[in-house]
């Protein structure tokens, strides 16, 4: 049978109008909700699955990467200062000593990170959405945006109801995929995905060291598929970097996973070891971000942005600072969209820098701020008063521009062993 359109009719259903509808319930899509509800917005937050937190709970990605600069110094404040020593309060603590009471007061090269309970990290998170008055859908997709030229006027709905719509005066998409924005023809970026996945599972030896430790965390050990790192080395040369944009290229994805790890269980004693946990979503970093008024670069290392929203630091390298301008997170075209976390606009490596939890959570405040911000004042997000967003966010405690004096003398940068001034582009 060859593909043809077909148009058929629903039965819509028009539900409550918010000021702010966040779609997307990872952990920049909670910040998101938490600063708009905070701020007196009638917030509604959309997740399609069952619990928050995204690709950092649902997902297994059950880490705060480093949050300081590599000397002693931290960079990334604000609700992911707050959330990382929240996980930390139930769940797993793995913060170093250096770390346990804040900043050291000293040069130190242990870096301040956090591994946590993925599940539950993600029940604080409702409670944070709960705490804050916003409103939450769970088992809710937010299918499309209704759009009025460039202007978003609301959000349709999947639910176990049907098909709903609700209306909005700020849309802020944190999907991680731009899902939102992508279908409203709004112009995003395409991304490729190298070969990871990962599970977890318990094992006898694992139950024996955390006996030994007395220390929980110690039963689990990973289990994967696909184990190629975030720079793509060793990739398959037969092996697609799947977009993740069709249930086909997904399906192709989850289906080669499952298989490879099912042999290696093959090969294993069943008495000794059992998965416990597999990823609820697929392990993919990037599947589309918005195309923004500015796209985050290696070269802007060091750089101040006038409307910087945070600053950053790179997890997977020492010193390199960044700023997140509020351009990488809106389209003045777009009079009533923004974005956050993965869904922030980027170029190569510099796009990696925003896409994992800290500063996920960073934009998503800034996300939330802004938003709050342009319906009071009565502008358009890209064009709040960038001096009254930084001072809000000032207050909560974000770092907007990392302090000159923390900027080392050599400023080369060198991304996995390769000269940043040679990388065209910002692409490894």
């Not at 909670?30 to 905070?38: G, I, L, R």
């Not at 070969?195 to 289990?223: P, W």
């Not at 075209?333 to 500063?359: F, Q």
Request: hydrophobic share 35%; with cysteine.
């Amino acid at each position: 049978m060859s593909e043809r359109s077909v148009t058929y009719c629903k039965r819509l259903t028009v539900k409550k109008e918010y000021d702010v509808i966040v779609c997307g319930g990872g952990v920049a899509g909670v910040a998101a909700a938490v600063s708009a509800a905070k701020n007196g917005c009638s917030t509604l937050l959309l997740e399609k699955s069952n619990i928050l937190g995204g690709l950092g709970t649902l997902g297994l990605i059950n880490l705060f990467v480093p949050m300081c600069n590599g000397r002693g110094k931290q960079i990334i404040f604000g609700l992911a200062e707050k959330w990382l020593r929240l996980s930390a309060e139930l769940g797993f603590d793995t913060i170093p000593e250096d770390w346990k009471e804040g900043e050291p007061g000293k040069y130190t090269e242990q870096r301040y990170v956090q591994r946590y309970s993925p599940a539950i990290f993600a029940y604080q998170l409702t409670e944070e959405i709960v705490k804050c008055g916003a409103d939450i859908l769970f088992d809710c997709m937010a299918a499309d945006p209704v759009m009025e030229g460039e202007l978003c006027r609301g959000v349709i709905t999947e639910s176990k109801a049907g098909t709903e719509f609700y209306g909005c005066r700020m849309l802020i998409d944190t999907t991680g995929d731009c899902d939102v924005l992508r279908r409203g023809g709004i112009p995003t970026v395409t991304g490729e995905n190298f070969f990871t996945f990962s599970a977890k599972m318990v094992t006898l030896d694992g139950c024996r060291r955390a006996l030994e430790k007395n220390d929980i965390q110690h039963i689990y050990s990973g289990i994967s598929g696909g184990g190629i790192n975030l720079f793509g080395d060793g990739q398959p040369v037969d092996m697609p970097r799947w977009s993740g944009l069709s249930a086909e290229e997904v399906t192709d994805y989850i289906i080669t996973n499952h298989l490879l790890i099912l042999k290696q269980l093959k090969e294993t004693n069943r008495k000794t070891r059992e998965v416990v946990t597999t990823p609820g979503m697929p392990q993919f970093r990037t599947t589309a971000h918005l195309k923004a008024d500015y796209s985050l670069k290696v070269a802007d290392a060091y750089r101040h942005f006038d409307d910087s929203v945070c600053a950053i630091n790179d997890f997977e390298h020492r010193d390199h600072l960044f700023e997140v301008p509020l351009r990488c997170l809106t389209r003045a075209d777009y009079p009533n969209i923004i974005t956050a976390g993965r869904s922030a606009d980027g170029t190569g490596y510099g796009w990696d820098l925003l896409r994992v939890i800290p500063p996920a959570i960073l934009t998503g405040q800034a996300a939330g701020e802004a938003a709050s911000l342009a319906l009071r004042t009565k502008r358009t997000v890209a064009a709040v008063d960038i001096r009254i967003l930084q001072n809000n966010l000032e207050k909560e405690n974000v770092m907007v521009h990392f302090p000159d004096e923390y900027v080392p003398e050599d400023k080369t940068v060198v991304i996995h062993g390769r000269n940043a001034a040679e990388i065209e582009g910002g692409h490894l």
